[in-house]
Each structure stands twice: as C-alpha cells, then as structure tokens.
C-alpha cells in the first residue's frame, strides 16, 4: 500500500475557490489510478473525480465544470482545484489510490488506499 497525505482544505465563502493536495510515498506503477472522495457524517461516501494511468479525468455530476483533477507524477501528488464553491460542497474530502480503472468518477478497491482526509467548509 501507499500512504497518502492531504492538504489544503479551509473555510472559504460560497463563489470561491480552494486547492487540495495529495502527496503520495511512492511513485505509482502504471496501471493505478487515482481520486477524490467526500464524506459529510451520517452520509454515504461519494466519489468526487478520479484520474487513470494514462490521465483522464471523469467527475461526478454535482461538481462537473467546477471541480479539476490533475495529477504530477513527478511529484507523485494528486491535485483537486475547486472552484465556484457552494455550500453544499462542505465536506471531508479523501484522497484514494487504487490499481485498475476508474468506475465512473470512482478510483477505490479492495486494496485501494486512503489519506486522512481534509475538511472543506463553504459558507453561504
């Protein structure tokens, strides 16, 4: 497994922007990819964007055109610009890696691994 550790989350206002981080231990063979997930206590957890080994992105519908997940390998870091924040998006957010292929905007598995999370607050 691979430790993930996230940073940038914070508490910003409804139409602004925040950029998280996530830096890997390792570098990531080909064939992993990589994602977002948030999780609001007492809900379900539901998966934000993932990246695949050859960088394509898929998002989920609630942050499609607002959200952008990319990746630096060199770096070994993955990386969730969010923009025009709304309320809604107040949330712990988790960085994922996983081998294999996304489903949809969903990078997890059996032997997926996570970060500690870090929390996004949006105010109206």
């Known amino acids: 497994q691979v ?9 910003v206002q409804a139409g602004g922007s925040l950029r998280l981080s996530c830096e890997a231990s390792r570098t990531l063979s ?17 998966a934000v964007a993932a ?7 898929t998002y989920s519908d609630s942050v499609k055109g607002r959200f952008t997940i990319s990746k630096d390998n060199a770096k070994n870091s ?3 610009q969010m923009d025009r ?12 890696a996983a081998f294999g292929m996304p489903n949809g905007a969903s990078c997890e598995g059996a032997s997926a691994s996570w970060g500690q999370g870090t929390q996004v607050t949006v105010s109206s």
């Open 51 to 57: 990246i695949d080994t050859d960088g394509v992105r």
């Open 3 to 11: 430790q993930l550790v996230e940073s940038g989350g914070g508490s």
């Open 30 to 46: 080909f064939g992993y990819c990589m994602g977002w997930f948030r999780q609001i206590p007492g809900q379900a957890r539901e």
């Open 85 to 96: 924040l709304k309320p809604e998006d107040s949330a712990m957010h988790y960085c994922a």
């Open 78 to 80: 993955l990386y969730l």
